[in-house]
């Protein structure tokens, strides 16, 4: 069964940081492209960071521009998303999901497989 797995998430005060990992076990996410998304309570899952298979081309959601980097390390197949400046409005449920794709792809019927989630807490 192919599916990404996240850790990383918990509880921050706004203007902290938080480092996401999405791992993978039994297959190699070099060759996939992944995306990071959120859904808070009572909206709509959406995109907030991918990089490609390959050539790692990134994209960034407007909303996290700035603040977020994602990133991969192939040695310890696993993508990051660092978030810097997190603010109660990035408070969510953040998951990783994989696609087997060189494209460029940050849509969530573009993506094939997921993980559980992780949840993440902007709170003073």
């Known amino acids: 069964q192919l599916q990404p797995v996240e850790s990383g998430g918990g509880l921050v005060q706004p203007g902290g940081s938080l480092r996401l990992s999405c791992a993978a076990s039994g297959f190699t996410l070099t060759y996939y492209a992944i995306g990071w998304f959120r859904q808070a309570p009572g909206k709509e899952r959406e995109g907030v960071s991918s990089?490609?298979?390959?050539?790692?081309?990134?994209y960034y959601a407007d909303s996290v521009k700035g603040r977020f980097t994602i990133s991969r390390d192939d040695a310890k197949n696993t993508v990051y998303l660092q978030m810097n400046n997190l603010k109660p409005e990035d408070t969510a449920v953040y998951y990783c999901a994989a696609a087997a794709t060189e494209a460029l792809i940050w849509r969530t019927y573009e993506y094939d497989y997921w993980g559980q989630g992780t949840q993440v807490t902007v709170s003073s």
């Open positions: 990089i490609s298979a390959g050539n790692n081309i990134t």
